[in-house]
């Protein structure tokens, strides 16, 4: 069972920068998928960036050329530099393993979902 911690959250004024970090215990993340995604209280939790065993990348549209995602096999560890923040980057933030596109029988389409989660480092981004 991956255990994942994350940290690195505060508060931010609007441009400002922060690194989140994600460690994992309890397994190696050398074999996973592992994404951070965010969410704002009373919505959808967003896919932010995703980073495949290889190192490759995918991300968000509104993130792209601002944010980072970048991993350390060695570390067991998975980072987030988000740099230029602004205040709609404001959200809890979210560590996860084991990501890949499964069926989702209640949305009837394919999505990426992941298997292990952390419980989240809070980002405020004040204007």
């Known amino acids: 069972q991956v255990q994942l911690v994350e940290s690195g959250g505060g508060s931010v004024q609007s441009g400002g920068s922060l690194t989140l970090s994600c460690v994992a215990s309890g397994g190696a993340i050398s074999g996973y998928y592992m994404a951070w995604f965010r969410q704002v209280s009373g919505q959808e939790r967003e896919e932010v960036a995703v980073i495949d065993k290889g190192g490759a990348t995918t991300y968000l549209d509104s993130v792209k050329g601002r944010f980072t995602i970048s991993r350390n096999n060695a570390e067991n560890t998975i980072y987030l530099q988000a740099n230029t923040l602004k205040p709609e980057d404001a959200a809890t933030y979210y560590c996860?393993?084991?990501?890949?596109?499964?069926?989702?029988?209640?949305?009837?389409?394919?999505?990426?979902?992941?298997?292990?989660w952390g419980q989240g480092t809070q980002v405020t981004v004040s204007s």
């Open positions: 996860a393993a084991d990501c890949a596109f499964r069926w989702d029988r209640d949305a009837g389409q394919f999505r990426r979902q992941c298997t292990y």
